[in-house]
């Protein structure tokens, strides 16, 4: 009867694995197909996505292989990124699929005019916003108008999670402090 395999004993030897070449290559390609076929089977048969998701999977696991806690097999931990990359690729196409349509909306707007009391609450937001440090101002709109998350304005603003939060607390009151009317019910 065969021993069950626990978490110390899967952190160690995906850590073998990773402090071995010719076991490295073994066990990427015995995983790359597995990580491969679930991708595919998850982008709707998509080969492309398929290929980037599956490489920007591996290239995080052998960047943080150590953070691998073990409660799993090695390659379910790899699906689990695998899905969240996936997940992380399509919100990205969302946010792009919306920043288009910002795009046309506004294309569409200056073709056929706004009422004027459009027109000029936009400009007073604008002017508002102008008002705001730079930091505040990008930490806003990254989280308002193009709808990211605190941790992804954290990361692109290369500050902590808390500290990005803090700043768009304090963005948010001094932006209704300059432009009340942003906020009446």
Not at 79 to 90: G, K
Not at 113 to 133: F, S
Request: include cysteine; proline fraction near 2%.
């Amino acid at each position: 009867m065969g021993s069950v395999a626990t978490a110390e004993d899967r952190r160690r030897e995906l850590a073998e694995v990773f402090n071995d070449a010719g076991a490295f290559r073994g066990w990427y390609d015995h995983a790359v197909e597995r990580v491969y076929g679930y991708i595919y089977g998850r982008s709707g048969g998509n080969i492309e996505i398929a290929e980037d998701i599956t490489q920007q999977t591996f290239m995080q696991a052998v960047r943080h292989w150590q953070d691998f806690d073990g409660r799993s097999d090695a390659v379910t931990w790899l699906c689990s990124i695998a899905r969240n990359r996936l997940t992380d690729h399509y919100r990205q196409q969302e946010r792009q699929r919306r920043r288009h349509l910002q795009l046309v909306v506004a294309e569409i707007g200056a073709e056929h005019p706004a009422p004027d009391g459009a027109v000029g609450e936009r400009d007073a937001v604008v002017a508002a916003l102008r008002q705001l440090p730079d930091v505040e101002r990008t930490a806003l709109v990254l989280r308002y108008l193009d709808d990211l998350s605190v941790r992804e304005v954290a990361s692109m603003l290369k500050r902590s999670v808390d500290a990005t939060d803090a700043l768009i607390r304090r963005a948010k009151e001094r932006f209704r402090g300059i432009y009340p009317e942003a906020f009446d019910e």
